[in-house]
Nanobody, 121 residues
Framework: QVQLVESGGGLVQPGGSLRLSCAAS????????MAWYRQTPGKRRDVVAS???????NYTDSVKGRFTISRDNANNTLYLQMNSLKPEDTAVYYC???????????????WGQGTQVTVSS
């Protein structure tokens, strides 16, 4: 079984920065595509940024130029550097990963537990 554990959320003033991390742990697995999603109360969970196993990235328009997604494949860790934060970035942020189990020879999607990001003065 694989677990995704997020960290790095918190309260920040508008214009500030935060860096989210998501570490995958378990045994006998490999990670394909990874992504960050966010969700506000009463709304659906939407993708913020994604990165495939070759490092190709995509961003939703509202965060382009402000957020940077990256990954450390050696340590099975996903990052989201968030700069120039705005109040509308306030949400619970979730990491997402498509993971291959070498034991069961299957792909499954995994989610982190979520981390709150609040942008407010």
């Amino acid at each position: 079984q694989v677990q995704l554990v997020e960290s790095g959320g918190g309260l920040v003033q508008p214009g500030g920065s935060l860096r989210l991390s998501c570490a995958a742990s378990g045994s006998a697995f490999s990670i394909n595509d990874m992504a960050w999603y966010r969700q506000t109360p009463g709304k659906r969970r939407d993708v913020v940024a994604s990165i495939d196993d070759s490092g190709l990235t995509n961003y939703t328009d509202s965060v382009k130029g402000r957020f940077t997604i990256s990954r450390d494949n050696a340590n099975n860790t996903l990052y989201l550097q968030m700069n120039s934060l705005k109040p509308e970035d306030t949400a619970v942020y979730y990491c997402n990963a498509w993971i291959y189990s070498k034991t069961f020879e299957t792909f499954d999607v995994y989610w982190g537990q979520g981390t709150q990001v609040t942008v407010s003065s």
